[in-house]
């Protein structure tokens, strides 16, 4: 695959731990905010979304933290499996149109 | 239900050449984006289209150009490529304003 995210921050975490990734994110007026999960050579795909009147949202295995206080975002991956291994993104809509503007990202290593 | 397609996959182009990336949803959404991933950094919108017939400039549209061909496709050009473009290319579309974007497989663009 392409050689994304060669210099991002990496979390590495053993099979069956749970994962936390963490992004701050830039504007306050943001009012909506995704978090994509990326593997090798594909294109980001959705895992779980949150609106700012929210704080907590629960997917399958996936919890999304919203600190608007701060401006914090974090997912929380439990029981992380080998297949969650990828490069995580959040991203923001800071209301402008339909933007989204993408976080740096994190490597996510899963060690069996 | 194939979602977002982009073509082609891969490119390489010498400085000064001209392309167009195709770009097709069959989701019927009304809002399109083109964005350029580079190593080590996240998705940075090129430019977007909130619905057919309008396009807008994202965070770095220099050197490129869009069209919005209809509510299917949305075409990204380069007049005259550059090796600072050199990257992987996404196409992503929504359905709503400020929803989940679907991002098609990308483009990876070679320019030398």
């Known amino acids: 695959g392409e050689s994304v995210g060669l210099h991002l921050p990496t979390l590495s975490v053993q099979e069956g731990d749970n994962s936390i990734i963490n992004c701050a994110y830039s504007n306050s007026a943001s009012d909506y905010f995704i978090w994509y999960k990326q593997e090798s050579g594909k294109g980001p795909q959705f895992i779980i979304d949150i609106r700012s009147n929210m704080d907590k949202r629960q997917g399958q295995r996936v919890t999304v933290l919203l600190n608007k206080t701060v401006k914090h975002l974090s997912l929380q991956i439990a029981a992380t499996q080998p297949g969650d291994s990828a490069v995580y993104f959040c991203?923001?809509?800071?209301?402008?149109?339909?933007?989204?503007?993408f976080g740096g990202g994190t490597r996510l290593m899963v060690k069996p | 239900n194939a979602g977002v397609t982009q073509t082609p996959k891969f490119q390489v182009l010498k400085t000064g050449q001209s392309m167009t990336l195709q770009c097709a949803q069959d989701m019927n959404h009304n809002s399109m984006y083109w964005y350029r991933q580079d190593p080590g950094m996240g998705l940075r919108l090129i430019y977007y289209s909130a619905s057919e017939g309008t396009t807008d400039k994202g965070e770095v549209p220099n050197g490129y150009n869009v069209s919005r061909l209809n509510k299917r496709e949305f075409s990204l050009r380069l007049e005259s490529a550059a090796p600072s473009q050199t990257s992987v290319y996404f196409c992503?579309?929504?359905?709503?304003?400020?929803?989940?974007?679907?991002f098609g497989q990308g483009t990876r663009l070679t320019v030398v």
């Open positions: 991203a923001e809509n800071p209301g402008a149109g339909n933007m989204l503007t």
């Open positions: 992503a579309s929504s359905a709503r304003d400020r929803g989940e974007a679907f």
